[in-house]
């Protein structure tokens, strides 16, 4: 059965491609970005598969943004997949790059976007029969995880974990599904050329993942493998 997917982030690396897989699978995507003019890739997804790919404009920073588009849908959001995602300077605590502009940026983007996003679409996903909520998160926001650096990345994919938690107390009564995943260490422009995976590859990964999301998995961090990870 086809389902719809609201899909963050959706004009590069992960994104894109998690917005190709949902399409080649027959369900129809609303693709967030902030510059489609600019997104080629995704207006080619679109001219593709046609009505079935939306493209629509909106910073996950700009609450009034998301609710815009929220508001013009007028069936079901089946999963919504907050991906959107930024990087904090990577080095140790005399990186220059943590400024105050860098540190809030990056905790906007990776904390509070997820939450806009799942504020803003909770109608249309509450008119779903199976809705669920995906954020992307990462490993190095596990308090597991024994790296030093990228402070506030770590950090802000910490608070997105908890962030997930939040929500999934909050929404287990009324059915909805959350979970945090892992998408592996991908050849992004984030994750470098030397990573292990393709975006294809995690995109794929993560699609199946979402797609076996239920109540029975909420409140869980998953890898894009499908093993349970630490907070």
């Not at 086809?2 to 609303?30: P, Q, S, W």
């Not at 046609?50 to 999963?79: M, R, T």
């Not at 596990?142 to 997930?164: D, E, I, P, V």
Request: aromatic letters at 6%; a negative charge.
């Amino acid at each position: 059965m086809a389902d719809t997917y609201l899909i963050t982030g959706a004009n590069r690396g992960i994104g894109l491609e998690m917005t190709r897989n949902a399409l080649a699978k027959g369900h129809r995507v609303i693709a967030v970005c902030r510059n489609p003019s600019a997104a080629t890739d995704l207006a080619a997804l679109q001219a593709a598969h046609g009505a079935s790919c939306h493209i629509a404009q909106a910073d996950v920073c700009d609450a009034a943004a998301l609710d815009a588009i929220a508001n013009a849908v007028d069936g079901a959001i089946d999963v919504v997949v907050c991906n959107a995602g930024a990087m904090s300077a990577r080095g140790g605590v005399a990186d220059t790059g943590n400024t105050a502009e860098a540190i809030g940026s990056v905790l906007m983007t990776n904390m509070v976007g997820p939450f806009f996003t799942a504020r803003a679409f909770f109608t249309p996903l509450s008119r779903s029969s199976q809705p669920r909520i995906a954020i992307i998160s990462s490993y190095m926001g596990s308090q597991q995880h024994t790296g030093s650096g990228a402070y506030f990345y770590r950090a802000s994919k910490a608070g997105a974990n908890n962030l997930m938690v939040t929500l999934t107390n909050e929404l287990r009564d009324q059915g909805i599904a959350v979970a945090a995943y892992h998408p592996g260490w991908v050849q992004t422009d984030m994750g470098g050329a030397s990573a292990d995976l393709t975006p294809q590859e995690s995109a794929t990964a993560l699609l199946a993942r979402f797609e076996a999301l239920d109540m029975a998995h909420t409140g869980c961090f998953i890898n894009y493998d499908g093993t349970p990870l630490p907070l």
